[in-house]
C-alpha cells in the first residue's frame, strides 16, 4: 500500500512538471533559450524520476545503475556525435 502513495505521488510531480514544460513553451514565458534550458532541465528530471522509481532503479544494486548509465552515456554520445554532423 505504501508504494500505491509513493507512485501517486510520483504521478503527481511527473504531471505537475509536465504541464510546466507546456505553459513554458505554450506562452512563451522566457526568451528561446531560457526556455528550451527550462524544458530540458525539467526532461531531465522527469527521466531520472521515472529511471529512480517506476524502473527501480533506486532499490537494484548499484551495479546495475552504473550500467544504465553507461547506456546513457553512449546514446547521449551518438546524440551529440550526429547532431555535429548535422551542423
Do not use: C, N
Not at 547506456?71 to 551542423?87: E, F, H, Q
Amino acid at each position: 500500500m505504501a508504494r500505491t502513495k509513493l507512485y501517486t505521488v510520483m504521478f503527481g510531480v511527473l504531471f505537475a512538471m509536465a504541464t510546466a514544460q507546456v505553459v513554458v513553451e505554450e506562452y512563451a514565458l522566457f526568451s528561446y533559450w531560457t526556455g528550451f534550458a527550462v524544458i530540458v532541465g525539467l526532461s531531465f528530471v522527469k527521466a531520472a524520476m521515472v529511471a529512480g522509481y517506476y524502473q527501480h532503479l533506486r532499490w537494484e544494486p548499484r551495479s546495475v545503475t552504473v550500467v544504465m548509465l553507461i547506456g546513457l552515456a553512449a546514446a547521449l554520445a551518438l546524440t551529440v556525435a550526429a547532431a555535429y554532423s548535422i551542423l
